[in-house]
């Protein structure tokens, strides 16, 4: 007689064993990591959520360190993200493991359970099913609570009752609702999800009783709107391993995944009205269409601070066709760019009715964008989410990048470390989180 579920994903969690590829995949990730949450946890951008936090969390355990990690490593919303997690893995993940490192220099462990974890969060994703977004939950606070547990489980190497209790734990205090997109509660939410994660660890090792099994069946069926599919956790666990297949991604552009490949579209046209001597002022419309509910992310028409336009495939659209780039700085606290604003009050967006709605298959996502010159032209471009995913992401020009912001660090050191080569780097990158 097969295990119940929780038991089953408990006892993969703790004795699967991810191969080179995987932990190799794992150190990219880390890179990311740390380019994503530096300029915030550094102060090189404004961030007046981190003010609140610092005084109501105060990071000096665990567990507030683990929220405080989320929060700095997901404010920019430039962190990797997880096509079948429908959200962002690492941030959680990676915060939790970091926030219980301490001084521990045992890298590979440490990898070993951020591929368990990424694991874990892409079988939640699947388990869940397309409705559980849908529904209003923001996956990286809801699922990446269990999927962090998951990791930190196994770094600490709990027996199988405490994880399974643990498992139950995280999930009971699964919340995350997308309504807070554009604003601080949602790196918040990673916050939470890792400090969840740690303390439903840190009971489980204390000796607290939960239930053992049935908690994860139950975070399912009350959060996967009929579509749940709990024996996705398990089945074909690690082949191939989920941060390599279908793998993490890594953002190029400082805004909600569901802009990228409408922000590419319009980086595409630029050039091609360029070539025709074509300018910005001659365009009388910006027309952008997308499978029906493919625009459930970036759903804010008219932002008022660059922290809601990353949620504005307006503003972004308009970004890219303006500047011929989408940079890191225009997508802060301020208010929006007046510029950019009049550009992206031009645009129409509309579901495409011929597609199939976004809930059927994200992956089948894509953006056409077509602008209507004054004299009657129209020039047009479609990118689909797989060609945008498809480019790869060169991250040591981003972590690059990202260290012109923070002159008061030895960026080639930080660079060096980040590779995770040398004795003593990851205490060392920890270090500049707090």
């Not at 790196?187 to 994860?216: C, M, S, T």
Request: net charge negative; aromatic share 6%; hydrophobic share 45%.
């Amino acid at each position: 007689m097969s295990l119940p579920i929780t038991a089953q994903f408990a006892h993969l969690i703790l004795n699967s064993q991810p191969d080179e590829t995987a932990l190799l995949a794992a150190r990219r990730g880390v890179k990311d990591y740390f380019a994503c949450a530096l300029p915030i946890a550094r102060g090189a951008l404004s961030d007046a959520g981190l003010a609140a936090i610092g005084t109501t969390f105060p990071p000096n355990g665990s567990e507030n360190r683990a929220l405080r990690y989320g929060y700095v490593s997901h404010s920019l919303d430039f962190d990797d993200y997880h096509p079948a997690l429908r959200g962002h893995p690492s941030t959680v993940v990676l915060s939790a493991l970091l926030a219980l490192n301490g001084e521990s220099d045992n890298v590979t462990e440490m990898l070993t359970a951020y591929v368990i974890g990424v694991e874990a969060a892409g079988r939640l994703g699947l388990a869940a099913g397309t409705q559980h977004y849908v529904l209003g939950f923001h996956s990286t606070a809801t699922l990446g609570a269990v999927a962090a547990c998951a990791a930190v489980a196994r770094y600490l190497q709990l027996d199988q009752r405490q994880t399974q209790i643990a498992l139950g734990l995280a999930a009971t205090q699964a919340a995350g609702l997308r309504s807070q997109f554009g604003s601080a509660a949602k790196p918040l939410h990673a916050g939470l999800a890792a400090r969840n994660a740690v303390n439903a660890i840190l009971l489980a090792q204390a000796g607290f009783i939960g239930q053992p099994e049935g908690v994860l069946d139950s975070l399912l069926t009350s959060h996967g709107g009929g579509r749940q599919k709990p024996e996705c956790l398990t089945a074909g666990w690690g082949t191939p391993w989920r941060i390599l297949q279908p793998g993490l991604e890594f953002k190029r552009y400082p805004t909600c995944g569901g802009t990228h490949s409408a922000a590419e579209a319009a980086l595409a046209l630029r050039a091609r009205l360029q070539e025709q001597g074509d300018a910005l002022a001659e365009i009388a419309k910006i027309e952008v269409s997308f499978p029906p509910g493919a625009d459930t992310a970036p759903y804010i028409r008219q932002p008022a601070t660059g922290v809601e336009a990353r949620f504005s495939l307006e503003y972004v659209i308009a970004d890219a066709l303006y500047h011929g780039v989408v940079p890191l700085m225009h997508y802060g606290e301020q208010p929006v760019d007046a510029a950019i604003a009049a550009l992206a009050a031009k645009v129409e967006r509309h579901a495409d009715p011929a597609a199939p709605p976004d809930t059927l298959d994200p992956e089948m996502r894509f953006h056409r964008l077509t602008l209507t010159l004054q004299d009657g032209r129209q020039i047009s471009d479609i990118v689909t989410r797989k060609q945008t995913a498809a480019r790869p992401t060169d991250l040591d020009a981003k972590l690059r990048a990202i260290l012109q912001l923070l002159p008061g660090l030895e960026g080639e050191s930080v660079i060096r470390d980040c590779a995770l080569m040398s004795p003593g780097a990851l205490p060392r990158l920890i270090a500049l989180l707090n």
